[in-house]
Nanobody, 116 residues
Framework: QVQLVESGGGLVQAGGSLRLSCAASGRILSIRTIGWYRQAPGNQRELVARISGEITNYDDSVKGRFTISRDNANNTLYLQMQMNSLTPEDTAVYYC?????????WGQGVQVTVSS
């Protein structure tokens, strides 16, 4: 099992920045892909960015504005996402997601609200 705990998020004005963090614990050595998804009201959950091995992927809508990175310390895998030049269209609940060979895991989600 893998446990994911997100932090960060909040309310910011358009053009501002926020940083999200996800702490993964448990069977972190089994994780093959880890990343962020988001879900806005009335919309499906969508991929924002993810790291799989040495490969990082970003949705086109966030390329050049968002940056994800990962680090390991104290038997915990940390996934960070720096979000710059935020727009109201980035308003959503952001979820950390991790996948091993069989299962996927989700965090509880954090709200990001960007005011115009």
């Amino acid at each position: 099992q893998v446990q994911l705990v997100e932090s960060g998020g909040g309310l910011v004005q358009a053009g501002g920045s926020l940083r999200l963090s996800c702490a993964a614990s448990g069977r972190i050595l089994s994780i093959r892909t880890i990343g962020w998804y988001r879900q806005a009201p009335g919309n499906q959950r969508e991929l924002v960015a993810r790291i799989s091995g040495e490969i990082t992927n970003y949705d086109d809508s966030v390329k050049g504005r968002f940056t994800i990175s990962r680090d390991n310390a104290n038997n915990t895998l940390y996934l960070q996402m720096q979000m710059n030049s935020l727009t109201p269209e980035d308003t959503a609940v952001y979820y950390c997601n991790a996948r091993d060979h069989v299962l996927q895991y989700w965090g509880q989600g954090v709200q990001v609200t960007v005011s115009s």
